[in-house]
Nanobody, 128 residues
Framework: QVQLAESGGGSVQAGGSLNLSCAVS????????MAWFRQAPGKEREGVAA??????????DSVQGRFTISQSSQDNAKKTLYLRMSSLEPEDTAMYYC???????????????????WGQGTQVTVSS
């Protein structure tokens, strides 16, 4: 069973940086796609950044050039997904979630409907 747990959220002033981490376990890493999503109050969940099993990445236009997704493996059983966020804006304030699932439609990497496995979320608040 795939399990995910986010950490690293917090409060920061506009223009600052934060690094999020997501501990992933139970996945078949050679075929899994993983992503970061966010959801602000009253808004739909939106894809922020994703990485497929080959290591290819994709970003939402709103974060391109400011956010970086990456991954590392501790061993065959565990992996950590990262989201490095810089030049943060108040509009980036949201609950951030990591997600994982197995699919091949690369054009749907930022679609929340393609993911069945989710973490509990971590709050990011950016003040002006």
């Amino acid at each position: 069973q795939v399990q995910l747990a986010e950490s690293g959220g917090g409060s920061v002033q506009a223009g600052g940086s934060l690094n999020l981490s997501c501990a992933v376990s139970g996945a078949a890493y050679s075929t899994v796609s993983m992503a970061w999503f966010r959801q602000a109050p009253g808004k739909e969940r939106e894809g922020v950044a994703a990485i497929d099993s080959s290591g290819s990445t994709t970003y939402a236009d709103s974060v391109q050039g400011r956010f970086t997704i990456s991954q590392s493996s501790q061993d065959n059983a565990k992996k950590t997904l990262y989201l490095r966020m810089s030049s943060l804006e108040p509009e980036d304030t949201a609950m951030y979630y990591c997600a994982a699932d197995y699919f091949t439609e690369w054009w749907l990497l930022l679609s929340p409907y393609k993911y069945k496995h989710w973490g509990q979320g971590t709050q990011v608040t950016v003040s002006s």
